[in-house]
């Protein structure tokens, strides 16, 4: 039972589909219901030590969970495991634009910064293809990112906020740590978010 | 047993990791992987140990019916390495990444493929299986996408319009090949493992890899078959 678990787990994890604790029941454990509890644990500890990830729950009330990377970030291999080097290279890009403007930004804010990347939502892009599916479609279901309607804007607009395997995979710091090098400042250079970063 | 005390470190979590998202990573390019792991996490780099790197990491996915397993390519004869599950009983491993229909067509693919001489199916062979699936008739424009998509996952590669098992394909389904198509596919008469592309004698119907056969007639002036020293009537490549 543990290793159909895992497997399961592994699986759906290739496609960064966060995993509902109803799927693993029906699909995996069925009739061992009683023994959820310790198969999870075991399945678990079996990932840690064996794959290196680690089974979290990023939603408490309607359980859903993801496997994040357990290893510690390899230099240039921050949030990837495989090769969607450049894909995480735009994310990686995102979230600290993200960050380092407040937790929180306009999608109109995000597409003008991307627009200096020479990064267009309306434009095929030669690396990434369609931007707008990639950034507020695929980033959003792999949890990336969260996006949420502002109220009463019409025509309606969108915040950007880092999504709970953002939060999980990688730290305020580490992206910080990554603008300052991209700038070649010291990250205590940016008071505020340096602070929010060694609170973190 | 000695590998199994063996624990496993960061840098073999971290190999395993990557091997598993390249779906089939080659020779070269895992022992790069191999020394970067140990480099990025302080372990110990054992130049020439690759396969005892892997023999550790396979110790500990022998209980999960897993294993990183080595498959000479049959175009280029180099050494690949993919994960592969064991306790597999079909095409599970697409199962998750295909349609009903889309796997069905893979898998009459397959068939012809298994059942040819050479080891290819032509286009033409594949897009007329399209007409005659169960699940639902394919449009041949539609198995042309789909047989793209299985070039570009690595399933089957193309080569003049004709399609083969990719080598991820036949390391990841070795057995479950060997074990569904046994009175069809063939066995290496050389090397003993699954031979997709093959040379066969015409008189005894043993079969070889090109790579193979192209190593056991080297220098031989009159090239006969190992099992039944019938004149081999093939040139050898």
Redesign the interface.
Known sequence: QV?EL??FL??KD??KIPIKRADMLKNVIREYRNAYAEIVRRADR?LQ?????QLVEIDTKRHIYILI????H??GQHLC???EKEEMGLLLVILSFIFMKGNSVKDSALWEFLHLLRVYPGKQHSVFGDVRKLVTEEFVRQKYLETTPIPLTDPPEFKFQWGPRAEKETSKKDVLNFVAKMQGKDPAFWASQYSEAEAN | NNLMAAQ?T?AH??F???L???GITEGSEARKLHQ?CCE??KVYYAHDKLDDFISI?NS??Q????QIRKGISEDDGRAHYAVV?L?ETEVTKMA?DYTEIELELFRKTMDLIILSENGFASSTDILNLADQLKTKKMKKKEAEQVLKVFVEDKWLSEKNGEYTLHTRCIIEMEQYILSNYQDVARKCNICRSLAIQSQVCESCGIGMHLRCVRKYFRGQTEPRCPKCNEFWSYDTP
Do not use: Y
């Open positions: 290793s895992v497997q592994l699986v290739q496609k079996i030590e064996v794959f290196g990830l990377n357990n290893l510690p390899a230099e495991r495989g090769k | 496993m960061n979590r971290r395993l990791q990557v598993m998202s390249n970067h990025t996490d990491i500990h996915l209980p999960l019916f897993m599950n306790a998750s």
